[in-house]
């Protein structure tokens, strides 16, 4: 198959703006398409060599391909480089200058055409994957050679497709289930086939191969792929209500509520000692995490599986979850050993999709979540996600306020009757998120007053990870526990902190200090430090203002941080009051009603 028509079909698609008239063009041009290199045509249409969880790179970098056009064009560097900064778009560079006819060959000097071998499909596909896959010492001219070779032969037009495909700029807009309704209208015509050929895309969500399979076997063909440990599954996702009374409604009124984690999704692929990550898009992340590998390897108990949870950064010295934004760090090429030393990821498991053999997609949720605390032995680093069976509305609250104190979004609500299935690539009401939907500031610092404190661990071994805060109550001339603070304090406050509290340790809580968590050391309620936090919450685990908003909650201070000021200006009972905090719960809950 030539890759000209190729080339005319990206062009006219280029110029269409229905989605119908796109689908239309795509249903002729597989119609033409022998079935040997079906695949190769629906990846260069994709603008990709592989399905993205292979994680093979295309992207050749501009610089290189400017250099292969200056060869392949015989023009100059200069001329190349200002041309691209008019035009903004390498694609038609390459057209441009391969329209002159090339000057200084002894062959244009005869009035020998040049280029009269042909692209075929097959020679542009696996060019390109040369491309992409040489490396090592050398590969860089390998590279610039190949390309130039291509281009040589090339017709203006087909450069364009050529080059924008190697700089990763195809930009087509074909989205996957458009190519999903012309392979169905192509090679079957019927709508339930469509439904068919998702469903299996759901399980191989690899495009090319699918093609191949229609345009060689049929549907027969399709029928046999089963879920494979190494290729993922696309990911079931919820629906989003904010009225937990109408979540139990949806529920019939029972489910499994478990802690909504702020970090980023994973689908652990095990087979053997060999471990693979997927993200929430599929693409493959294993490099950027060797740390849940590790874990997984140890703690999956089972030789195949695809078991599915949330990563979360942890502060390594007070073990407190971070926010999202910490996992970025894990994100780049180099330095993921650094970001690893300082941000710890624990996985936390809520999902069993296969296990040796058996497809647990097809099961209802409590099975998935047996099958899940079978097979994994819970440790460092790996959990599982907290979950609880959820039959009233307080206690859904409760649980959110929970999950919201630990430094989670929310809770998501599943469903456990018997459709609870795991529906892949879907948005259901079988999942439920509830998640703050407002994010209150707390613009105030407070004045809070050390009760206790918690041991240090990694970098903070022999000083303190963690110290237990809390507010002064007048009524009862008590002091309540608030939260748990960890972060915001440096090397320094560190090394201080045990010859700053020690004159406080006693071997028990203090009878003025109501807490409900147990503290490593207690301490005499003495040294006031300046707290800011993101906001307020109801949290069953903080005694400060119990039942006050809520019967069965105190008040709790997400994300709480030091702000490098010690108050020993201030007396214990000088500390911010339960009453003041009330006040700014309620004025942070008006701000979201207005809001
Ligand atoms: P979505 O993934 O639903 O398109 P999104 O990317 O904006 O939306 P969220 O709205 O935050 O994500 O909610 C869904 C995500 O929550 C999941 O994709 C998953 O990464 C994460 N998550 C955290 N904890 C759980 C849990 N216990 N069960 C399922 N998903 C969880």
């Known amino acids: 198959m030539k890759y000209s028509i190729l080339a005319d ?100 000097f005869l009035g020998i055409d040049e280029s009269s071998r042909e692209l075929t499909v097959k020679r542009v596909y696996n060019t390109l994957l040369k491309i992409a896959k040489a ?15 291509l281009l040589k032969d090339a017709s203006p037009k087909e450069a364009k497709y050529i080059v924008r495909t190697i700089i990763g700029k195809l930009r087509l807009g074909i989205a996957d289930m458009t190519i999903l309704d012309a392979l169905a209208i192509a090679y ?28 060689t076997e049929g549907l027969d063909g399709l029928r046999k792929i ?66 849940v590998c590790e874990v997984a390897r140890k703690h999956i108990k089972a030789k195949e599986a695809i078991v599915e949870g949330e990563g979360v950064a942890i502060n390594p010295d007070t073990g407190e979850m971070l926010p999202f934004q910490e996992l970025m760090h894990r994100r780049r090429k180099y330095g993921v050993k650094e970001a690893m030393e300082k941000y710890p990821v624990t996985i936390f498991l809520f999902d069993c999709l296969y296990v040796d053999g058996e497809d647990f997609t097809v099961k209802p949720l409590p099975e998935r979540r047996r099958k899940l605390e079978e097979i994994v032995e819970t440790g460092e680093g790996i959990q599982l996600a907290e979950a609880k069976f959820i039959k009233d509305l307080k ?83 008590t002091f309540q526990t608030v939260c748990k603070v960890g972060s915001g304090f440096t090397d320094e406050d560190l090394e201080k902190l045990p010859e700053i509290l020690k004159p406080y340790i006693i071997p028990h809580k203090h009878p003025r200090v109501e807490s409900k968590m147990d503290a ?38 997400r994300f709480p941080r030091f702000t490098g000021r010690y108050r020993f200006d201030k007396s214990p009972e000088q500390a911010t009051t339960i009453t003041e905090l009330i006040e700014m719960f309620k004025g942070q809950r008006k701000k979201h009603l207005k809001g």
């Open 395 to 477: 206690n859904l609250e409760l649980f959110f306020e929970e999950a919201i104190t630990e430094g989670c979004e929310g809770i998501m609500c599943k469903s456990i009757g018997p459709q609870s299935i795991y529906q892949m690539g879907a948005r259901g009401w079988l999942w439920i998120k509830y998640k703050r939907d407002y994010r209150g500031e707390m613009t105030d610092t407070v004045d809070l007053v050390v009760v206790g404190a918690f041991h240090g661990r990694g970098r903070r071994a022999g000083t303190y990870g963690a110290l237990l805060m809390a507010a002064y109550n007048p009524e009862t001339d």
């Open 188 to 215: 079957g015509g019927l709508k339930s086939y469509r439904e068919y050929i998702e469903r299996v895309y759901n399980i191989h969500p690899d495009l090319g191969y699918i093609a191949k399979v229609l345009a």
């Open 520 to 557: 490593d050391v207690w301490l005499v309620p003495a040294v006031v430090l300046e707290v800011i936090g993101a906001e307020l919450t109801l949290s069953p685990l903080h005694t400060c203002a119990y039942g006050a908003i809520r019967e069965d909650a105190g008040l709790a201070i």
């Open 135 to 149: 490396s090592g010492e050398g590969a860089q001219d390998a590279k610039i050679s190949l390309l130039t070779g």
């Open 9 to 108: 079909l990206f062009e006219r698609i280029e110029n269409t703006t229905k989605r119908i008239e796109m689908t239309a063009l795509l249903v002729e041009l597989f119609k033409k398409t022998p079935s040997d290199v079906v695949d190769l045509v629906v990846y260069l249409t994709q603008g990709k060599l592989r399905p993205d969880y292979e994680g093979v790179e295309l992207g050749l970098g501009e610089k290189l391909v400017m250099r292969a056009i200056t060869l392949a064009s015989g023009g100059s560097l200069k001329d190349i480089e200002n041309m691209y900064k008019k035009l903004g778009d390498l694609g038609l560079v390459a057209e441009r200058v391969l329209a002159t006819p090339k000057t200084g060959s002894i062959l244009s």
């Open 226 to 291: 089963k879920i494979t440990v190494g290729v993922p599954l696309q990911p079931m996702l919820a629906e989003r209500l904010n009225d937990p009374t109408e979540i139990l409604s949806k529920m019939n009124g029972e489910c499994l509520a478990e802690f909504k984690y702020d970090g980023e999704r994973m689908q652990i692929h095990k087979n053997g000692d060999k471990i693979l990550l997927f993200s929430r898009r599929l693409e493959n992340i294993t490099n950027h995490y060797p740390d």
